[in-house]
């Protein structure tokens, strides 16, 4: 399977690329923030504040559960 990582002819930015893959998933906040071990109050800060402040280790993390690259994000 090819994943596309552009939308409209431009490339995705980190939350157009999870909203992507948790709708290609069927999940959201909650239940992502559960089975990637990822505390529900930062993805929602994430949707909120913005995620400049992303750390690795939770990057890692989503790595781990969506099965991506730190490239991919």
């Given at each position: 399977?090819?994943?596309?990582?552009?939308?409209?002819?431009?490339?995705?930015?980190?939350?157009?690329?999870?909203?992507?893959?948790?709708?290609?998933?069927?999940?959201?906040?909650?239940?992502?923030?559960?089975?990637?071990d990822?505390?529900?109050?930062?993805?929602?800060?994430?949707?909120?504040?913005?995620?400049?402040g992303?750390?690795?280790?939770?990057?890692?993390?989503?790595?781990?559960?969506?099965?991506?690259?730190?490239?991919?994000?």
């Open positions: 399977m090819v994943i596309s990582y552009y939308k409209g002819g431009a490339t995705m930015n980190f939350l157009e690329k999870l909203d992507f893959l948790m709708e290609k998933y069927e999940l959201n906040k909650r239940t992502l923030s559960q089975k990637s990822i505390p529900y109050t930062t993805i929602d800060a994430w949707y909120k504040n913005g995620y400049e992303l750390k690795l280790t939770t990057l890692r993390k989503l790595n781990d559960y969506f099965n991506t690259t730190l490239e991919f994000w």
